[in-house]
């Protein structure tokens, strides 16, 4: 699992391919990324790919609204996610679902709580 959490910052990763560490920066440093999200998943079997993206998309699009003022779909902003993988569910313990808020723009300091665009 990551030690990473909410209000972390960051320079994108690929959520795409397996990660085992990402480096943060202070979110005061120029970057695009930022942690904005988390929640864990229930124990239990690994609920296969296609369900743990399910809960990503619900848990992360649901909380987009809240941290960014509007609408993912009317934003400037995108969306990003570290979630686990059959590998780190069973040999870690890997429950947890991050979502991550991207400038594509990049250039970003400061939170981007509220940002509103």
Do not use: H
Not at 19 to 36: L, Y
Not at 70 to 79: K, P, R
Request: with cysteine; glycine share 10%; charged share 20%.
């Amino acid at each position: 699992m990551f030690a990473l959490r909410v209000g972390d910052c960051m320079a994108s990763t690929d959520p795409a391919t397996e990660v085992q560490t990402v480096p943060t920066r202070p979110c005061t440093e120029v970057r695009d990324s930022e942690i904005f999200a988390s929640t864990m998943l229930p124990d239990g079997d690994f609920p296969g790919d296609d369900a743990v993206t399910t809960s990503v998309d619900d848990f992360c699009y649901g909380q987009f609204q809240a941290f960014v003022g509007m609408a993912y779909e009317q934003s400037a902003l995108g969306l990003s996610y570290f979630m686990p993988s059959q590998e780190s569910w069973d040999g870690m313990g890997d429950r947890q679902i991050l979502c991550i808020l991207v400038d594509p723009a990049g250039g970003v300091t400061g939170t981007m709580k509220g940002a509103n665009r």
